[in-house]
């Protein structure tokens, strides 16, 4: 029987949320404010409709981070059904991780878990059973 050693329903994370609109209206603002050519205004205005559509993709794949999340082993995690190795050691900020893994069928999963997609306790559990085992840390080939 393989148990789950740790495992947590995610939920958007708002913190991610608002960071990514923050940098968002700052770059936008800084375009806008450019001074631009006679003809660079249209260009301005295609840059500014880009920006926002890319906001609007990156806002939608953040509000998909939900699900379960769950910690097999030190480097076996399982994402919404599917297992992912770990293809880089676990990188820890204060309030955020990044997970970097390949799932069996080659596909390949970059996500960034912050301390708000989870219940606190949670997230206490989650960095006590990462930062408990040296080979958590430790590269995969």
């Given at each position: 029987?393989?148990?789950?050693?740790?495992?947590?329903?995610?939920?958007?994370?708002?913190?991610?949320?608002?960071?990514?609109?923050?940098?968002?209206?700052?770059?936008?603002?800084f375009?806008?404010?450019?001074?631009?050519?006679?003809?660079?205004?249209?260009?301005?205005?295609?840059?500014?409709?880009?920006?926002?559509?890319?906001?609007w993709?990156?806002?939608?794949r953040?509000?998909?981070?939900?699900?379960?999340?769950?910690?097999?082993?030190?480097?076996?995690?399982?994402?919404?059904g599917?297992?992912?190795?770990?293809?880089?050691?676990?990188?820890?900020?204060?309030?955020?991780?990044?997970?970097?893994?390949?799932?069996?069928?080659?596909?390949k999963?970059?996500?960034?878990?912050?301390?708000?997609?989870?219940?606190?306790?949670?997230?206490?559990?989650?960095?006590?059973?990462?930062?408990?085992?040296?080979?958590?840390?430790?590269?995969?080939?």
């Amino acid at each position: 029987m393989n148990v789950a050693q740790w495992q947590c329903k995610l939920h958007p994370s708002r913190r991610a949320r608002h960071i990514q609109w923050a940098l968002l209206s700052g770059a936008m603002i800084f375009v806008a404010l450019m001074p631009a050519a006679e003809n660079g205004v249209l260009f301005k205005m295609a840059l500014l409709a880009l920006m926002l559509w890319e906001g609007w993709r990156n806002d939608r794949r953040l509000r998909q981070r939900e699900g379960w999340l769950q910690r097999e082993s030190a480097h076996c995690w399982c994402w919404q059904g599917i297992r992912w190795q770990l293809q880089q050691p676990l990188r820890w900020l204060p309030n955020a991780v990044l997970l970097v893994g390949k799932s069996e069928q080659g596909k390949k999963l970059r996500m960034w878990l912050m301390q708000d997609n989870m219940q606190p306790a949670e997230w206490r559990a989650l960095r006590a059973c990462c930062l408990s085992e040296p080979a958590a840390t430790a590269p995969l080939k």
